[in-house]
């Protein structure tokens, strides 16, 4: 019996939908790894990428993000931007 695919509503985007994506870096350059909201966020485009960062950038830094890095699926874009004030 095979049963059709999971609805979009119900399974997470996969990268192709949602192409863009920060790495987030410590004060040493390694990647840091956030759980929730904060953690593993990906987006359907440059600007929503860009706007989600300038919104949660304080609490990123809070969570010993020191700066980050834009990519498109596996193109980095541009970065390591401080996230420093």
């Known amino acids: 019996m095979n049963l059709p695919d999971v609805p979009p509503t119900f399974r997470p985007p996969s990268p192709a939908e949602r192409p863009w994506a920060w790495r987030l870096l410590d004060a040493a350059g390694a990647e840091v790894s956030l759980e929730g909201d904060l953690g ?46």
């Open 40 to 85: 593993q966020q990906r987006f359907p485009s440059q600007g929503d990428a860009e706007s989600w960062v300038g919104e949660v950038w304080r609490e990123l830094a809070e969570a010993g993000v020191a700066a980050v890095t834009l990519y498109e699926l596996d193109r980095e874009v541009y970065g390591p931007m401080s996230l420093e004030a």
